[in-house]
Antibody, heavy 116, light 107 residues
């Protein structure tokens, strides 16, 4: 069974940084592209970033490009999202997800709140 | 980016009703369309992939159809556990995936 467990969320001031982690189990982690998606309170779903199985290619939504960095450690089955220069509009539940042909298997999510 | 629209934005239905939700893409996406169910405080759950393929473990009362720009999700007989918000998502424009705004199904 696929399990994805996010951690590292919390309250941060505007301009601050936070690093999310996602522990994966139940599948061969290095074989899969992994993504981060988010959902602002009471809002819809938004793709944030993606990294290929080897970690060799990464992509970012325009809204986070230059501020967020996705990475992975295949030896530890871990996915990360380093978030710098956080803004109020980054407040959301962040989900890590396993991607298969463009469809997602989601973790339970971690709340990131950006406020002074 | 490809824009996704859903209708209605919300609907009220009773147990046993047949429910249909529509999703429209701003350009053709072939059959690269997925449907998710999300309950309050929970992560989305994949129901249908590639327009009409039922994800393993999903009840057969859920079905999907469509191609090109117009798609539908149908619940043949609504059950109490089906009250949730449903989202469509295009997987045609990888990795610039986009989601519809959601359809809330309640009593």
């Amino acid at each position: 069974e696929v399990q994805l467990l996010e951690s590292g969320g919390g309250l941060v001031q505007p301009g601050g940084s936070l690093k999310l982690s996602c522990a994966a189990s139940g599948f061969r982690f290095s074989d899969y592209t992994m993504t981060w998606l988010r959902q602002a309170p009471g809002k819809g779903l938004e793709w944030v970033s993606v990294i290929t199985g080897s970690g060799g290619s990464t992509y970012y939504a325009d809204s986070v490009k230059g501020r967020f960095t996705i990475s992975r450690d295949n030896s530890k089955n871990m996915l990360f999202l380093q978030m710098d220069g956080l803004r109020a509009e980054d407040t959301a539940v962040y989900y890590c997800a396993k991607e298969v042909f463009g469809a997602f298997d989601w973790g339970q999510g971690a709340l990131v709140a950006v406020s002074s | 980016d490809i824009q996704m629209a859903q209708s209605p934005s919300s609907l009220s239905a009773s147990v046993g009703d047949r429910v249909t939700i529509t999703c429209r893409a701003s350009q053709t996406i072939s059959r690269y369309l997925n449907w998710y169910q999300q309950k309050p405080g929970k992560a989305p759950k994949l129901l249908i992939y590639e327009a009409s393929s039922l994800q393993s473990g999903v009840p057969s009362r859920f079905s999907g159809s469509g191609s090109g720009t117009d798609f539908t999700l149908t619940i043949s007989s609504l059950q109490p556990e089906d009250y949730a918000t449903y989202y469509c998502q295009q997987s045609y424009s990888t990795p610039r995936w986009t989601f519809g705004p959601g359809t809330k199904v309640d009593i």
